[in-house]
């Protein structure tokens, strides 16, 4: 089963965010994790730092979802 967690290190500064990204990285490992943010700075630490696959999302012009 896959692990989704929403914007949960949105408190946490960058020297505490790293470490917490790593455990993510360890747990991903074993299951699918998806962690979903709208900080720019915590998708580039988990692809920087953790390896993580970066996925955008962004809202169309027709209001439609869609990957960039």
Do not use: M, W, Y
Not at 15 to 34: I, K
Not at 42 to 50: K, M, T, V
């Amino acid at each position: 089963l896959p692990v989704v967690f929403d914007d949960v290190l949105i408190n946490v500064d960058d020297p505490r965010s790293e470490p917490l990204l790593g455990l993510l990285a360890q747990l991903a490992q074993r299951t699918q994790v998806l962690l979903f943010t709208h900080h720019e700075r915590i998708a580039e630490q988990a692809r920087d730092s953790a390896g993580a696959h970066v996925c955008r999302l962004i809202n169309s012009a027709n209001g439609k979802i869609e990957a960039a």
